[in-house]
């Protein structure tokens, strides 16, 4: 089945060491996107990727950042993450502008001590 | 900017009854999508349902159905004959188009409980 994928599930880091989180599609989607998602709270969009082309939400703290190496993979490093940056991050995909509908991801949650 | 707005944090539904979770946004365009998102504990944020806004009929799927209110801006979700595997939060969303792709905004959610 085509599908999005995110790995790890669960991630723990410490307060101010880089981590790296992964989404991987199998849907050939060219649009890839970023979402934190807090307890409690509605997710919120960091950035989205067009094919290879970065867009950037402007209020995405400096501190996030993305790579997108080939159609299939896309991650997101935080370079310093603090406590405030433990969420759920969420990948979606979508193909457009055939469609507007988002496939997501199981997320990513991460913990940071 | 747009702003989607769901009033309910909680409701709670008995198997087999029907429910009606709210949802009011704010635009200003007249071509955009709407959605319905479901998002189980622990499990992976699932579409339950989409209206297209120059559609004048609401949408169905299965056992899901809107309530699409232009003017009002209003746009709530009907489920019918509940069931245990309804029990999520869930969210509703606001799409709109720019130059490189759609962009979700999404309300607070609801969280709807299923009891026996």
């Known amino acids: 089945d085509a599908m999005v994928i995110q790995n790890p599930r669960y991630q723990v880091t410490q307060f101010g060491k880089p981590v790296t989180l992964s989404c991987s599609q199998t849907l050939n989607h060219n649009v890839m996107y970023w979402y934190q998602q807090k307890s409690s709270q509605a997710p919120k969009l960091l950035f989205h990727y067009y094919d290879k082309d970065f867009n950037n939400e402007a209020d995405t703290p400096d501190n996030f950042q993305s790579r997108r190496p080939n159609t299939s993979f896309c991650f997101l490093d935080i370079r310093s993450p603090g406590l405030g940056d433990a969420a759920m991050y969420l990948c979606?995909?979508?193909?457009?502008?055939?469609?507007?509908?988002?496939?997501f991801g199981p997320g990513t949650r991460l913990t940071v001590l | 900017a747009q702003t989607v707005t769901q009033s309910q944090p909680e409701m709670s539904v008995q198997e087999a009854e029907t429910v009606t979770l709210s949802c009011t946004y704010d635009?200003?365009?007249?071509?955009?999508?709407l959605f319905w998102y479901k998002q189980p504990p622990s499990r992976q944020m699932i579409l339950v349902i989409r209206q297209e806004a120059y559609k004048q009929q609401n949408a169905t799927e299965n056992r899901f159905s809107v309530n699409f209110q232009k003017a009002a801006k209003s746009f709530s979700l009907k489920i019918s004959d509940s069931q245990l595997g309804d029990a999520a939060m869930y969210f509703c969303a606001y799409s709109e188009y720019t130059g490189t792709a759609s962009k979700l905004t999404f309300g607070t959610g609801t969280r709807l409980q299923v009891t026996l």
């Open positions: 635009t200003s365009e007249s071509d955009y999508y």
């Open positions: 979606a995909t979508a193909q457009f502008p055939s469609t507007d509908t988002q496939y």
